[in-house]
């Protein structure tokens, strides 16, 4: 079955870098599109960024253009999400997801605190 | 960018009753409108997508029905299961950017 683990979550200083690992399992992971998507505690969702199957096409929200970078590696069967200067307002659960557009699947999340 | 907002943010039913939420888009999305169902400590799961399709397993009770700029989910007669947030998400400007409904928590009456 369809399996996104993400892992890497934490807390961390405001400024400072974080990266997040999904490890893919039950599908064809180089076939599909994918997406991080968060969540801040007690509000809804956000999309975060997107990737294309080759990793050749990323487009990132506007609220995190120039600080996250999105990749993937096929070989590993793995999405990642670096993020730098982070700041309180990233402060969420952050899904990695199977995106068709819609999102069919999606991991369990991954905690990230911003806080001093 | 496409705001999608919905209403009421929170809905009080009974069980067996008939649950209507809106979701309406600041621009036209055609059909690219999802559901989305979500519970305390889970993540969300997809129940509509094309406006109108239920995904894989969904009940029937679940029907979406709008295109353009006005969207509905109607809980036909509402589970115990239910009672959760549920969020509207476009999807017409696909893969430059997702965005998601404020939600509609459905609560127990």
């Known amino acids: 079955q369809v399996q996104l683990v993400e892992s890497g979550g934490g807390l961390v200083k405001p400024g400072g870098s974080l990266r997040l690992s999904c490890a893919a399992s039950g599908f064809t992971f180089s076939d599909y599109y994918m997406s991080w998507i968060r969540q801040a505690p007690g509000k809804g969702l956000e999309w975060v960024s997107y990737i294309s199957s080759s990793g050749s096409t990323i487009y990132y929200a506007d609220s995190v253009k120039g600080r996250f970078t999105i990749s993937r590696d096929n070989a590993k069967n793995s999405l990642y999400l670096q993020m730098n200067s982070l700041r309180a307002e990233d402060t969420a659960v952050y899904y990695c997801?199977?995106?068709?557009?819609?999102?069919?699947?999606w991991g369990q999340g991954t905690l990230v605190t911003v806080s001093s | 960018e496409i705001v999608m907002t919905q209403s009421p943010a929170t809905l009080s039913v009974s069980p067996g009753e008939r649950a209507t939420l809106s979701c309406r888009a600041s621009q036209s999305v055609s059909s690219n409108l999802a559901w989305y169902q979500q519970k305390p400590g889970q993540a969300p799961r997809l129940l509509i997508y094309g406006a109108s399709t239920r995904a894989t397993g969904i009940p029937a009770r679940f029907s979406g029905s709008g295109s353009g700029t006005e969207f509905t989910l109607t809980i036909s007669s509402l589970q115990s299961e239910d009672f959760a947030v549920y969020y509207c998400q476009q999807y017409n400007n696909w893969p430059r950017g997702l965005t998601f409904g404020g939600g509609t928590k459905v609560e127990i009456k």
């Open positions: 997801a199977r995106d068709l557009p819609t999102i069919d699947y």
